[in-house]
């Protein structure tokens, strides 16, 4: 525990001192491991010759020729910065600033694009022009070719301190301390034939044997390496964690068509979102701009409540055509460290009783802890505003805080007259980050999904245990232990004609926390959150705490976490 505090410490200096994020370099060994990405055009690509530097368009690499071909385009200035780097250690994403004179188009994708976490470097002795005004490089040409990402690990406990709302640093010290005291869900990486990726956690909030459920986590720009998908699925915290199943869904559709599932695991296909021409916190605060783009800029649902209510909300006006009877709504989020942190202090309630009450926790009916969730606005729920007034829709399931996840709601608008609908998410304070929102009007389009089950898996201890994860059963992946791990392997097939892939992890499963409190338990504090509405009040008056006594932080990273 202090030596996270430390490591967590460290990162918030260099918050305080200076914005940005971070990135790696890894030398790619063969141009045939990225010809995935540069079918799908998904890096940007940059072209050293010599001193001359440009960015690569068009790519095509042709295998049988031992050649790649394209256009060449002037290189942005914000594209300049980052042109040589150490590849030997993780280096920092530097805050951009406006050049002066820079038109605005120049300023968006500045703010949007500077990172350079997705380009692609390739070093080269020669190439030739072409008649067309392209150019061709024979791959024997080619000297060395570099791929820059984001760190995961680094990040993972950096990003918190990027919120919007987080203007003042006490907030950026709640959550270097909520993320001191993490505990989540199972942690799902990629891999792309060189490093791994997290891309996010699996069937969050399932803490009982009685809340397992299924979980569709989307996989984007997830490619084939050599012919397989590889996905890793690990257990990095004090946790137990049992898998049972975990199988990819991939949907091939048209380039002009995006696709999700829902959590119930009907597939929404989006042709046309439409982002709100009015966004509303309940204090008469608007966040339009805020959400209107997936840019890591968040609302947080931190502000003051006018109307004394203990949830927060965010109220979207969208323009609906007249004859639309239904829409599905899409948002970008995640949960907050401050609900991980906040939960992780509502456990400690329990003290010594803690397992006690865990054990017979397993024994109570689903619906009823969904039920006491819901009323404490743990998950994020969505109102429609009707004739009759406000109609609750459903609500979106725990996803958990460390990196956001693209989800998506069907709406049925036949109660909605008139050309606006209105829209309002609602959770417990700080409980949720939301970065975007959107509502597409389009009718779902008929498409294939391809079910495919692990070919191989194998664990931290070299065992294949792929029948674990094959179907839902009794028979469970169990990872009881930090540390422990499985590498699945995924057999890969290419889409048909002018189709392109969207990758999803199908998994299904449930964890339990571990946690020894020694404390004696405070039982009169608990049986207030009998009452709906106790574990937002708890939030606010924890955070308000925390704001008004600075000692609180040095306290709480010199405390046990429960073992």
Not at 7 to 27: H, R
Not at 193 to 209: K, L, N, W
Not at 265 to 277: E, I, W, Y
Not at 292 to 301: Q, T
Request: net charge negative.
């Amino acid at each position: 525990m202090h030596i996270i505090a430390i490591g967590m410490l460290i990162v918030y200096i260099n918050f305080i001192i200076g914005c940005g994020s971070y990135y790696k370099v890894t030398q790619v060994k063969s141009i045939a491991s990225i010809e995935s990405q540069i079918e799908q055009n998904s890096r940007y690509f940059i072209l050293h010759h010599g001193e001359k530097v440009w960015h690569m368009t068009n790519i095509v690499l042709d295998g049988d020729r031992e050649e790649l071909s394209g256009n060449l385009e002037q290189l942005p200035e914000y594209h300049k910065s980052y042109l040589t780097t150490d590849t030997s250690k993780t280096n920092r994403i530097r805050s951009g600033g406006n050049r002066l004179g820079q038109t605005a188009e120049e300023t968006y994708h500045q703010q949007k694009f500077h990172s350079p976490t997705y380009e692609v470097h390739f070093y080269i002795s020669q190439y030739m022009e072409r008649q067309d005004g392209g150019i061709m490089i024979p791959l024997e040409a080619i000297s060395s070719i570099e791929m820059y990402d984001s760190d995961t690990e680094q990040n993972a406990v950096a990003n918190f301190g990027t919120a919007v709302g987080a203007v003042a640093a006490v907030v950026v010290i709640i959550l270097v301390v909520a993320a001191l005291t993490k505990s989540s869900c199972p942690f799902v990486y990629v891999h792309d034939g060189i490093t791994r990726h997290f891309v996010g956690e699996m069937f969050g909030g399932a803490i009982y044997p009685s809340l397992e459920r299924d979980d569709y986590m989307p996989l984007p720009g997830f490619a084939p390496v050599e012919g397989e998908f590889r996905v890793e699925i690990a257990n990095e915290l004090l946790e137990r964690q049992y898998t049972n199943l975990a199988e990819l869904m991939v949907v091939e559709h048209p380039d002009s068509v995006r696709v999700l599932f829902d959590k119930n695991g009907k597939l929404q296909t989006l042709s046309d979102p439409k982002t709100p021409a009015l966004v509303m916190a309940e204090n008469g605060v608007e966040y339009t701009a805020l959400v209107c783009s997936k840019d890591s800029s968040a609302y947080l649902f931190n502000d003051d409540n006018l109307s004394g209510k203990e949830v927060n909300s965010l109220t979207m006006t969208f323009e609906k055509p007249l004859l639309s009877t239904e829409a599905k709504l899409v948002i970008n989020a995640k949960n907050s460290y401050w609900l991980d942190y906040i939960y992780g202090k509502f456990n400690e309630k329990f003290g010594t009783w803690y397992n006690t009450f865990s054990e017979n926790q397993k024994s109570v009916p689903s619906d009823r802890i969904y039920q006491w969730m819901l009323d404490q606005g743990i998950p994020l729920s969505i109102y429609i505003e009707t004739s009759e007034g406000w109609e609750f829709v459903d609500y979106f399931q725990v996803v958990g805080p460390l990196a956001s996840r693209e989800m998506v709601m069907p709406l049925d608008l036949s109660d909605v007259s008139g050309d606006k609908v209105r829209v309002k998410l609602e959770c417990g304070f700080m409980f949720w980050e939301i970065d975007y929102a959107a509502i597409d009007f389009s009718s779902n389009i008929p498409l294939s999904i391809s079910h495919v089950a692990a070919s191989s898996a194998i664990d931290e201890n070299g065992q294949e245990v792929s029948s674990s994860l094959l179907a839902v059963d009794t028979n469970y992946l169990v990872q009881p232990d930090a540390g422990n791990h499985v590498n699945i392997i995924y057999p890969y097939q290419k889409p048909v004609g002018e189709q392109i892939q969207s990758v999803f992890l199908h998994s299904r499963g449930y964890y339990e926390y571990i946690r020894y409190y020694k404390n004696i338990p405070d039982y009169l504090t608990l049986m207030s959150f009998k009452q709906a509405g106790a574990f937002p009040k708890f939030s606010k008056r924890e955070y308000n705490a925390f704001i008004s006594k600075p000692q609180l932080f040095k306290e709480t990273i010199t405390s046990s976490d429960g073992n």
